[in-house]
């Protein structure tokens, strides 16, 4: 087949420029406000318990995959709300992270205490809005 001078630039430039599309639409203003993925800076900075501190036993680790999965299955929940932090530690569990409001918080307190019972559900959630 042969092609033209003009076709071949044509098919170059289309090229490039679906290459170059992603980049095109992304302002460094929309990267800076964009929450950061990885809660695990504030959850270390806030003291109280830490993952590495999850009980090691079966019933600790059946507990707190429980509570996991309860919070995992409310889609209504945000990003956030579904990466707290789950340590279950001698039947207790604590609950640690941001979460974008308080009725978000709340939610995931009342799943942590059907399944683990309120008592030993430990709160250490904190109100983290959109706007931080």
């Known amino acids: ?69 309860a919070i995992m299955q409310d889609k209504a929940l945000s990003t956030y709300a579904h990466n707290v932090k789950v340590i279950s530690q001698n039947g207790q569990i604590t609950l640690k992270g941001p979460v974008r409001s308080e009725d978000e918080k709340q939610a995931i307190e009342a799943k942590a205490a059907e399944v683990a019972g309120k008592a030993n559900v430990v709160s250490e959630l904190t109100v983290a809005p959109h706007n931080q």
């Open 1 to 69: 087949m042969n092609w033209s001078l003009r076709k071949k630039a044509r098919v170059l430039l289309l090229g490039t420029l679906l290459c170059a599309y992603p980049a095109i639409g992304f302002s460094s203003a929309a990267a800076q406000q964009a929450p950061a993925p990885d809660n695990s800076k504030t959850n270390k900075d806030a003291g109280g318990m830490t993952a590495d501190q999850q009980g090691n036993s079966k019933a600790d680790r059946e507990l707190a995959q429980n509570v996991r999965k």
